[in-house]
């Protein structure tokens, strides 16, 4: 059975909030911290302590994105492959995530060149509420799915915050979208 993660930004709040839910089951939130100049988004257990499993930190950077993800204590940066057709890499180990943005909408995360989760989100928000629908192999990393839509949501659509919002989508891409891709 795939795994099925929904972020959720709340629609009106004070700073980004997010609700994560597994497999429809509300189960983590997520928050940035006020008063920064670059986002910092926390993801703690819904029910729980207040200890980040996992942050999602912007850092300096001229032209490209520099982000900092910190999963479980262990801290990954992000290369950027090509900012104009939005494709990325985080090297974890012995492991390599890519983050492959296509026409439109759509992002597929890889692994190892194997793809195990794509998302999209909404054309038409209102009041910069994204909400972001992931679908993913049943054994993928859930942390790292869960820090790619925050990456994703702080970089390009943290403008966007009037009461309707219009996201058309890029124009260009290194790969065309799998839609036969089924996940497992």
């Known amino acids: 059975m795939p795994l099925f ?6 629609k009106i709040s004070i700073g980004d909030k997010y609700t994560i839910a597994v497999n429809g089951q509300p189960m983590y939130k997520a928050a940035a911290k006020l008063f920064k100049l670059f986002p910092s988004i926390s993801v703690s257990p819904l029910n729980g302590p207040e200890t ?33 057709k939005r494709r990325f890499a985080i090297t974890a180990g012995a492991n390599k995530l890519e983050i492959v943005g296509h026409r439109g909408r759509k992002v597929s995360i890889f692994i190892n060149g194997k793809q195990v989760a794509w ?17 993913a192999n049943a054994d993928a990393p859930w942390e790292w799915i869960v820090a790619v839509v925050l990456f994703w949501d702080s970089f390009y659509n943290r403008q966007q915050k009037g009461a309707i919002n ?8 290194t790969q065309p979208f799998d839609a036969s891709w089924q996940a497992s």
């Open 52 to 84: 980040p499993i996992i942050t999602v930190e912007q850092k300096m950077g001229w032209l490209k994105p520099n982000y900092q993800f910190t999963i479980n204590g262990a801290t990954y940066s992000l290369e950027t492959i090509s900012w104009w």
């Open 119 to 135: 998302f999209d989100n909404e054309a038409v928000t209102f009041f910069s509420g994204d909400n972001y629908h992931v679908t």
């Open 166 to 173: 219009f996201k058309m989508g890029a124009m260009t891409q």
């Open 5 to 10: 993660i929904d972020v959720s930004q709340k």
